[in-house]
C-alpha cells in the first residue's frame, strides 16, 4: 500500500506551519528559481497545463487552461486577481483544512506562482469564518512571507509585486460557488452570478480573476519543482497526481489520506480507513461529497477518478467519501441533504427554491410514514425541473443529483418506507425478519 | 457612535485591502460581533452603516444573508452542533438531544440563564473526525454524548 506522498509530506515536523519549517524543508526555493532563472508567466502556466492538474474544488477543471483564459495584459491593462476558494463547505469535505492549518507557507508559494503565472495585482483567499485556526496559521505565514520580502512590492528585489490578503466569509455554503464567492467578497450577499460573463473576463470587482481551489493551488509548487512529467507519474491519463481523500460516515478510521487519483474505491475502504466499522457490510457510499449522489456497494470498485466516477452514475467532486452501513437509512441521509439544500438555497431561482423546499418535503413524509407511492415519481419528475443547466448556479443540479440517485439505487428502500409508514414502521419489520434493526 | 476608536482603526486599514470599501464589510461586521456584545445591534448595524456609507437596511440585508451573524442577542457561549450527513451518521442527533437536555434550550434559543445559545449548524468540515461541535469558536471533535456533558460543565 505505498505509494509516492507529497501533499501531506511536510506536516510531520512540529513547526510545519512556520517559514522556519517550510524554509528547512526547500519551502519558496522553487519561487525563487522561477524569479530569479526568468521562467516566463507563459513557461509557468504550459507547466501546470502540460501536468493535466485538474482542480480540486469540485467540477475537476484543468487548472492550466482556465489560467489561460485571463486576457493578454498586454492588450487589456485592468487589475488582474485571483480568489482562493477557502469556504470548503461541500458536505463530507475536509481537506484545505489540513492544508491551511500544518502548511500554509505551501499555499501562499503557490499563490505566488499563480500571480507570477497570470500577472496577478492581488490575491484574496477567502476563508469560512468558522475556520478560526486554519485562517490564523495563512494570516501569520502570509505575514512571515512578507517580512521575509517574500509577498507586498518588488518581491525578493525584482519588480515582480502581488499582495495576499485574507478574507474571512460568514457561514454560508453558497459562497463556496466561484460567482457567490465574489459577490460575497465585495461585501455583499452571496448571489451567484449569471454566466457568462465569465469571471477571467468580468469578476471581482468588473476585473479579470480566476477562482481556484486550496487543494489546487496547494499542487502548483510541487508540480514546478518537480516538472510535469513527475506529476504525471501519480494518478492515471486523464486524471494526473495524488488527491487528498477525507473519508467519513460508517467506517474504523476515518481520516484525510493522500492518494493517487484512480484509487479503487475499495482500497480507499479496505487498506486505508480500515473497513466498514463494527464489522458490517456497506449499503451505500458516495464518492465525492453530498452533490455527486449515492451509489451501491456493487460500485466500490470503481477507481476514484474523474471519468470512472462520471461512468459509473456518480463524480468525483471534491473526493470526499461518505460510507453508510447495511443498518443505515439512504431516506435519512438523503432527508439530511435536502435539508441542507433547501437551508442553502440563495432564493434567485424559483427551480432551486421551490425545488430543494418540495424535495425536503417529500423525503421528510417518507421518513416520519405519510409517504405515498406517487412521491417516488414525484421526486423524480421534481429533480427533472430542476436541472441540469437549468438555474444560475449548480446548486440546483447538487441536490436533484442524490435525490436521482436514490430514485435508481435505492428504489426498493423508497419502497419499503411507504409501505410500513415510515422509518419506525421499517425498523419494526426489520426486526420481524430477524435482520439487523 | 457605538463603535470604538479601535475597531474605527482597524476598520481604516481594512479597507486599504479593496479597490472597493464594502468588501470590508463581512470582516468589520464579525470584529463589531466579537468587540460589541456577541450579536449585532440595531445600533451597531446603524454605526457600520455610517462608517461605510451605506444604508442600515442595506448593511441589514447583508448580515441577514450570514448564518454566523446574529441580529438577537446570544447567550455569553455560543454552542453549534453540526448536523450534516456525517454527522448525522456517527450520532449527532444524540448530541443535539443531550444538548437541549442540559440547557432547557431548543436548537436556535439561549438556555433559561441565557448563558448559553444553542444551534445546530450546517457541514464545518469537520467531517472526518464526527460528530463534532463548535464552542466559541473552538471544534471539539469525535464526540459522543457524554462529551456534551463535559464541555457545557466547562463553560463559566
Ligand atoms: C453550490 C456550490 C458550492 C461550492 N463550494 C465550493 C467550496 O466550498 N470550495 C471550492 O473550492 N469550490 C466550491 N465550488 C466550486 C467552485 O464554484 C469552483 O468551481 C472552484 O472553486 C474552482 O476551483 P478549482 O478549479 O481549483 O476546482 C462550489 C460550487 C457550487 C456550485
Ligand atoms: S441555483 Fe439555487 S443557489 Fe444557485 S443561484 Fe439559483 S437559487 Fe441561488
Ligand atoms: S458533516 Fe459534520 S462536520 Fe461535515
Redesign the interface.
Known amino acids: 500500500m505505498s505509494h509516492e506522498t507529497y501533499l501531506l509530506s511536510r506536516m510531520d515536523r512540529e513547526d510545519s506551519h512556520t517559514l522556519k519549517g517550510y524554509q528547512a524543508q526547500g519551502g519558496y526555493k522553487v519561487f525563487e528559481k522561477v524569479l530569479k532563472e526568468g521562467m516566463t508567466p507563459l513557461d509557468v502556466t504550459e507547466e501546470v497545463k502540460a501536468s493535466g492538474l485538474r482542480g480540486r474544488g469540485g467540477a475537476g477543471f484543468p487548472t492550466g487552461l482556465k489560467w489561460s483564459f485571463m486576457p493578454d495584459p498586454e492588450k487589456d491593462t485592468r487589475t488582474r486577481y485571483m480568489a482562493v476558494n477557502a469556504d470548503e463547505s461541500e458536505p463530507g469535505t475536509c481537506k484545505d483544512r489540513v492544508i491551511m492549518r500544518e502548511d500554509p507557507h505551501g499555499l501562499v508559494e503557490g499563490c505566488l506562482l499563480a500571480a507570477h503565472a497570470m500577472r496577478l495585482d492581488a490575491v484574496y483567499i477567502y476563508v469560512r469564518g468558522e475556520y478560526r485556526l486554519p485562517y490564523d496559521r495563512v494570516f501569520a505565514a502570509i505575514a512571515e512571507a512578507r517580512k521575509a520580502g517574500l509577498v507586498g512590492q518588488n518581491i525578493l528585489g525584482s519588480d515582480f509585486s502581488c499582495e495576499i490578503h485574507m478574507h474571512k466569509g460568514a457561514g454560508a455554503y453558497i459562497c463556496g460557488e466561484e460567482t457567490g464567492l465574489m459577490e460575497s467578497l465585495e461585501g455583499k450577499r452571496g448571489h451567484p452570478r449569471p454566466k457568462p460573463p465569465f469571471p477571467a473576463g468580468f469578476g471581482l470587482w468588473g476585473q479579470p480573476t480566476t477562482v481556484n481551489n486550496v487543494e489546487t493551488i496547494f499542487n502548483v509548487p510541487f508540480i514546478l519543482e518537480r516538472g510535469a512529467e513527475w506529476f504525471r507519474g501519480m494518478g492515471n491519463e486523464k486524471s494526473p497526481g495524488n488527491f487528498l481523500c477525507g473519508i467519513s460516515g460508517h467506517v474504523e478510521k476515518p481520516g484525510v489520506y493522500e492518494l493517487p487519483l484512480g484509487m479503487p474505491a475499495r482500497q480507499v475502504l479496505e487498506e486505508y480507513a480500515g473497513g466498514v466499522w463494527k464489522g458490517r457490510q456497506l449499503k451505500a457510499w458516495i464518492p465525492g461529497g453530498s452533490s455527486t449522489g449515492f451509489l451501491k456497494p456493487d460500485a466500490i470498485d470503481t477507481p476514484m477518478d474523474h471519468d470512472s466516477l462520471k461512468a459509473a452514475g456518480s463524480m468525483f467532486g471534491t473526493g470526499a467519501m461518505i460510507m453508510l452501513d447495511d443498518q443505515a437509512s439512504v431516506v435519512k441521509s438523503a432527508l439530511v441533504l435536502m435539508n441542507f439544500y433547501d437551508h442553502e438555497s440563495c432564493g434567485q431561482c424559483s427551480q432551486c427554491r421551490e425545488g430543494t423546499q418540495w424535495l425536503s418535503q417529500i423525503f421528510q413524509r417518507l421518513y416520519d410514514g405519510g409517504g405515498r407511492t406517487e412521491d417516488i415519481q414525484l421526486l423524480t419528475d421534481l429533480a427533472n425541473g430542476m436541472a441540469p443547466g437549468k438555474t444560475i448556479c449548480a446548486l440546483s443540479d447538487a441536490a436533484a443529483i442524490p435525490t436521482h440517485s436514490v430514485v435508481r439505487n435505492f428504489k426498493e428502500e423508497l419502497e419499503l418506507y411507504v409501505q410500513h409508514g415510515g422509518h419506525q414502521g421499517v425498523l419494526a419489520a426489520r426486526k420481524l425478519e430477524g435482520v439487523g434493526a | 457612535m457605538a463603535l470604538t476608536q479601535e475597531l474605527i482603526s482597524e476598520f481604516d486599514e481594512l479597507k486599504t485591502?479593496?479597490?472597493?470599501s464594502?468588501?470590508?464589510?463581512?470582516?468589520a461586521?464579525?470584529r463589531c460581533q466579537e468587540d460589541l456584545g456577541g450579536w449585532l445591534s440595531p445600533d451597531i448595524i446603524e454605526a457600520v452603516a455610517a462608517y461605510f456609507g451605506m444604508e442600515p437596511v442595506e448593511v441589514f440585508?447583508?448580515a441577514s444573508?450570514?448564518?454566523?451573524?446574529f441580529l438577537k442577542p446570544v447567550g455569553k457561549h455560543i454552542v453549534s452542533i453540526c448536523?450534516?450527513?456525517?454527522c448525522?451518521?456517527?450520532g449527532s442527533d444524540e448530541l443535539v438531544a443531550r444538548a437541549c437536555e442540559l440547557t432547557g434550550a431548543k436548537p436556535g434559543q439561549n438556555s433559561a440563564d441565557g448563558k448559553i445559545y444553542l444551534e445546530t449548524?450546517?457541514?464545518?468540515?469537520?467531517?472526518?473526525?464526527?460528530p463534532m461541535m463548535?464552542v466559541d469558536?473552538?471544534?471539539h471533535e469525535d464526540l459522543v454524548a457524554d462529551d456534551v456533558n463535559k464541555i457545557l460543565g466547562g463553560l463559566a
Open positions: 485591502h479593496y479597490p472597493e464594502q468588501a470590508a464589510l463581512i470582516p461586521l464579525h440585508s447583508v444573508f450570514y448564518p454566523m451573524f448536523r450534516n450527513i456525517s448525522d451518521l456517527r449548524v450546517e457541514c464545518q468540515g469537520g467531517c472526518a473526525n464526527a463548535v469558536g473552538t471544534y
